[in-house]
């Protein structure tokens, strides 16, 4: 979980990427976008003069998630990994971040609570994360995806809780259909917990990605879906099932009807999300991972924060990704 940065409240260059981030919304144009990413990734190649990172297969996948804006991976973590996970997490407070700021564990989450993230310390430390997050065939086949080797901009663990009577309307955003808006990115999701459709299924219109982005986010009414796009995607699977989507495609999590969901979302990007303020923490193995693809969410022990912008943080040259040992 990353904290939102305050226009109000920031710093002098805190509003600067504010503006610029409300700026690139002006740009709703697919064409005008679609030079700018060419233009950011020629930018960053000249900058950084890395190979991109290859996998047996990745091209082919970047492909699908081209077309479809949505690509389903399979199993990513085992159930024992997943496991693992569940355990680690038993006793860790979370946060209710996107409502009342209450903090709670699972065990004595509150009856009206709807989701639940945990805070990037404790995510950090989770079992397996940062391994599947750096797993070099992910990395390829974002990279291919993107143009570019991409950087971890957001890291969440989440849980949705069902809500308390049957045929309430979710309030939250991100369990009604919207798009997000940051450009050149993609986003990893992976259920912790068995998902099925009365689980908080992920539910994507395949396609979408590629329309016009609008210069207002807003959400839009399921009736209003259904009756311009027909079917939409829903994806079911039990523990460890992971899949990438574009963001700027319409999508949404599905609020359980039954038993909480516990996902796991990974965000890959060219560039920080200018809507953070990331403070990257530390962590005693972060040597092990590449420190280009992570600089934003960890840090070696003895480093001080990095900043939220490649130009600044006076790294050494790129290197391809280090598989995870």
């Known amino acids: ?28 144009s697919r064409t005008l976008r679609r030079i700018a990413h060419r233009i950011l990734v020629a930018a960053l190649h000249a900058r950084h003069r890395a190979p991109r990172p290859s996998a047996p297969g990745a091209a082919v996948l970047a492909a699908g998630l081209r077309d479809a804006g949505c690509l389903q991976l399979g199993r990513v973590l085992s159930r024992a990994q997943c496991e693992d996970m569940l355990r680690y997490l038993d006793d860790k407070v979370m946060i209710d971040a996107r409502g009342s700021g209450r903090r709670f564990r699972l065990a004595d989450a509150p009856l009206d609570a709807n989701l639940g993230d945990y805070p990037l310390d404790i995510i950090v430390d989770c079992p397996h994360l940062l391994q599947v997050a750096n797993d070099p065939a992910i990395i390829a086949l974002v990279s291919d995806y993107l143009g570019f080797t991409p950087t971890i901009v957001s890291l969440g663990l989440r849980w949705s809780f069902p809500h308390p009577a049957p045929g309430d309307v979710p309030t939250d955003t991100v369990q009604r259909f919207h798009r997000d808006s940051e450009p050149g990115s993609a986003k990893l999701l992976i259920y912790l917990t068995d998902v099925d459709a009365s689980c908080g299924p992920h539910i994507y219109i395949e396609g979408s990605h590629r329309e016009r982005m609008s210069m207002r986010l807003r959400p839009y009414a399921d009736a209003d879906i259904a009756r311009k796009y027909g079917a939409a995607t829903s994806i079911e699977g039990g523990a460890g099932t992971g899949f990438l989507i574009d963001t700027k495609g319409i999508h949404k999590g599905a609020s359980p009807l039954h038993k909480p969901r516990l996902l796991l979302g ?15 923490v530390p962590y005693p193995q972060a040597g092990q991972f590449d420190r280009y693809v992570n600089r934003l969410m960890i840090a070696d022990e003895a480093a001080q924060p990095a900043p939220g912008f490649p130009a600044e943080t006076g790294e050494e040259p790129l290197r391809e990704p280090t598989p995870a040992g």
């Open 1 to 28: 979980m990353q904290t939102y940065a305050s226009f109000r409240r920031g710093s002098a260059a805190t509003r600067f990427k504010l503006a610029l981030y409300y700026v690139h919304r002006i740009v709703t």
């Open 266 to 280: 990974i965000q890959y990007a060219l560039l920080p999300c200018f809507l953070y303020e990331y403070a990257p």
